[in-house]
């Protein structure tokens, strides 16, 4: 129980209710869900219980993991290199994630005085804006929540956070349900034209860029490719069922990002928004919805706070790598170790939360600070250590201790050898030099 709630409240984050509808929305709706959809399960699913398994193995952090896992079974020392990228990737995604927990946080006070009362899409877009446009603003936000990750991971209170979250959860996905009905009332043909954007498949509008992007993001949303999930593994009791526990995660992650998009797609259509805002969307989108029921400044408080805390249980689990990795390779106690690592993150967050504003011409690439980093943790290094990590377990291990351990029939295991050696590869593989080749 105690490890469900971990690992859920790893997954369970920003990208489900920040991440998934912008992107759903900035590439054309249901090509996206769909392919995010068979993402997560054929390909996320699997990886998700290799990353569970190897973990268990090894007891250590990824790195080490990897290193003494492939020693075990004979292989080379080398596939470190997979947990060394993840470290480095969890390392990169705090960064920003941080700046974005920065902005649920401060929309809690913004929804308590009362500001989104009686707004309007002109309106609420006006308030984001404007808060982006505040460099201080924006700044204190993510140093309160960057403080506030490092505060539970120098004291190792996570455990206390995840009990916390136990009520935190199930508030968030039943207001995140009545937000959903509450569209469905009000909004009439505008709730309709939502579900045929998101569920209509409407496969000629596929892109490469859209397929990279929803195999990226279900890596993401599982909390896949890290070694975050693999450090979990080690605390895994031997009699824990990996397959049943994994099924239960994914569609909790997957329901959690559904729900988000169907309560605010409706809100697009209805106040003549654009599903390809961007990175602001739930940010405008929402607000008009509390701004405009009854009881909407505390449903609104209620709201962004427990999005913190879905984000707080992500982001601690995105600094316990590098923290482990600190503590062991160097003198340094954990408080230490904490304290360092969330100092380097943190800068590079600032030089992140510029590219909002005063440095949104800073490009690299053609692409900004924010949008290069999630560029190259979601695009590149997911899938890349998703595939290391796959190909070690479908190749590298034992396959027959494997298929005891999962408890696997014959003809499930003939499937998992099937996915793990020559589908998920092949997969990745494909569509990160589908995603890569130049676009149309
Ligand atoms: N899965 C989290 C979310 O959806 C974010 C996250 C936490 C993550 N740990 C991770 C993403 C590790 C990638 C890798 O918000």
Redesign the pocket.
Known sequence: MGFMLAAAG???????I??FPYMAGEMGGSAFVLTYLICMFVIGLPILVAEWLIGRRGQKNPIHTMEDVAKAEGRSKNWRWVGIIGVL??FL?LSF?SVIGGWATDYIVIAAKGSFVGMNGNGTSQLFENFLGSVSHLFIWHTVFMFATAFIVALGVGAGLERSCKIMMPGLGLLLIGLVVYAALVSGPAFEQAFKFLFTPNWSAITGKAVLAALGHA????????G??MAYGSYLGKDVNLISTARTVVIL?VIVAILSGMAIFPLVFANGLQPGEGAGLIFVTLPIAFGNMAGGTILGVLFFIFLTF??LT??I??LEPTVELLEEKTRLSRVSATVVSSVVIWALGIACLLSFNEWKQVTLFGKNIFDLLDYL??KLM?PLTGLGTIVFAGWMMNQQLIREELHLGPALFALWKFLCRIVIPIAVVAIMIYGFMPQK
Do not use: C, E, Q, R
Not at 10 to 16: R, T
Not at 219 to 226: A, H, R, T, Y
């Open positions: 790893s997954a369970v984050g920003l990208g489900n920040w991440k990737g969890s995604i994630y890596f993401f949303s599982l909390s896949l490719g890290m975050i999930m992650d879905a984000a992500s982001s689990s995105l943790t979601s997911l």
